[in-house]
């Protein structure tokens, strides 16, 4: 059942929060050998759950410790959530094994690293359910994850998180046009630089490899959402996502995810599901776009609607029988 709501973040009562005791800053291996540089941070009081903070595309952990006065992390862990924040591979603090070349697209972000990163923050859960928070990229490569079978979780919070390269879920001819433009510019900036040079175009904080943008690209031209290798169909995973799933969208964003194309996305999975629709930022200022839902310092009535979602996801006892083994750790502080 699909639950839509309208969010106009005015202004709301703040509850007077306990400050956050503990950062651990740990790298995680994934069963490729890459490192996954990662934030475990622990609250003051008993934990309600884990958080898995997944962060966008040409983007880094940091992210979610944006605005400097308290980002979205820091938000979660005075609420009672342990949270874990981490870099996909290629992005931010993450490294691969030695000698390895640097190479991977879409397929490692979810077999690879969120399996690694789920498994991990089952381990840290206690018997506590574990939500991902994904933005953008995040969230969308951890529902396919799980619906997949690659991570187990209890519940997936996506921010800004339909797919641009899906045609079905884009409703505008004129706008998908431009998104088809975008992925093949994309595609030839990268084969000229042999990695998509975000930095250096402002885009963003992390370049994406050439790998991941043949990937892009090749979805949005083919119309199939598909492995490299043709053997996992990530459209059709959704409907083996039977957990609670909530999408975010804010009626400013004109590209990424418009808040039709998001509906039409969660609509895919089978479990309950939820869209709140973004209309303003706090004081009825203007609403915030696809990097402002989570960064923006204007939209903390969201994230408290948002927690309180998270509060009611379950633990997914039917995949009690599917989770992960341990994986290799090491402490950096």
């Given amino acids: 059942m699909t639950r839509a709501s309208e969010h106009s973040n005015g202004a709301s009562t703040r509850e007077r929060l306990a400050p956050a005791a503990d950062v651990e800053a740990i790298d995680l291996r994934t069963r490729d050998g890459w490192s996954l540089r990662a934030e475990v941070h622990t609250p003051s009081r008993e934990s309600v ?3 898995v903070l997944a962060h966008a595309l040409m983007a880094r952990r940091s992210e979610f410790a944006r605005p400097a006065s308290g980002g979205v992390a820091a938000f979660l862990v005075r609420r009672g959530w342990r949270v874990v924040a981490f870099d996909f591979r290629g ?3 993450s490294h691969p094994p030695p000698q390895r070349r640097a190479a991977y697209g879409y397929d490692e972000l979810v077999a690879g690293d969120l399996a690694a990163v789920c498994a991990f923050a089952r381990e840290q859960a206690n018997g506590d359910p574990v939500v991902v928070v994904g933005h953008s990229l995040g969230g969308h490569a951890a529902l396919v994850a799980h619906g997949s079978g690659a991570a187990e979780v209890d519940g997936i919070a996506g921010i800004a998180s339909a797919p641009p390269f899906l045609r079905d879920h884009e ?7 431009l998104k088809r433009a975008a992925f093949a510019s994309m595609l030839a900036i990268s084969r000229r630089a042999h990695r998509f040079p975000a930095r250096a175009l402002r885009l963003g904080s992390d370049d994406e490899t050439l790998e991941s943008c043949e990937d892009f690209e090749r979805f949005a031209r083919t119309g199939r959402w598909v492995s490299r290798d043709g053997r996992v169909d990530y459209l059709e995973a959704l409907g083996s996502v039977r957990i609670p799933v909530l999408q975010v969208v804010s009626v400013a964003d004109r590209f990424e995810c418009v808040p039709e194309c998001g509906e039409r996305f969660v609509a895919c999975c089978r479990g309950p599901r939820e869209v709140m629709r973004v209309t303003s930022t706090h004081g009825g200022g203007p609403p915030p776009s696809h990097m402002g839902l989570v960064t923006s310092g204007r939209v903390g009535a969201v994230w408290e609607s948002v927690e ?10 039917t995949d ?13 502080g």
Avoid: I, K
């Fill in 49 to 51: 759950g884990v958080a």
């Fill in 91 to 93: 992005h931010g603090d």
């Fill in 171 to 177: 409703p505008s001819r004129a706008r998908w046009l």
């Fill in 308 to 317: 309180r979602w998270m509060r009611r996801v379950p633990l997914n006892t």
């Fill in 320 to 332: 009690a029988d599917r989770r992960s083994p341990r994986l290799g750790r090491s402490s950096l």
